[in-house]
Nanobody
Framework: QVQLMEFGGGSVQAGGSLRLSCTPS????????MGWFRQAPGKEREGIAA???????TYAASVKGRFTVSEDSAKNTLYLQMNSLKPEDSGMYYC?????????????????WGQGTQVTVSS
């Protein structure tokens, strides 16, 4: 069973940048949709970016134009570059995997999740 591990969270001031990475443990020859989600305290988890093996991407309106999801297939790593961070971007960030036919930002479509990495943006 593939496990996902996120790295790169931390604390940053508003306007700053962070890059998150997600690496599956073990090898997987299957190709899947990979997504990034976040959950702020007291709020529901929301999908913010998804990446398809074709390179197709989609973003939530709240992060579009500021966040970029990408993949380094040679390193088997998914990235989330976050620029122009705002305090409301604070929360736990998760990467997740969905079957290839589910290119969505709905968490119910994803069947493997990482443990999350904390992002804190101060004003």
């Amino acid at each position: 069973q593939v496990q996902l591990m996120e790295f790169g969270g931390g604390s940053v001031q508003a306007g700053g940048s962070l890059r998150l990475s997600c690496t599956p443990s073990g090898s997987s020859k299957s190709r899947n949709i990979m997504g990034w989600f976040r959950q702020a305290p007291g709020k529901e988890r929301e999908g913010i970016a998804a990446f398809a093996p074709s390179g197709r991407t989609t973003y939530a309106a709240s992060v579009k134009g500021r966040f970029t999801v990408s993949e380094d297939s040679a390193k088997n790593t998914l990235y989330l570059q976050m620029n122009s961070l705002k305090p409301e971007d604070s929360g736990m960030y998760y990467c997740a995997r969905a079957p290839i036919w589910r290119f969505t930002l709905r968490q119910e479509d994803y069947n493997a999740w990482g443990q999350g990495t904390q992002v804190t943006v101060s004003s």
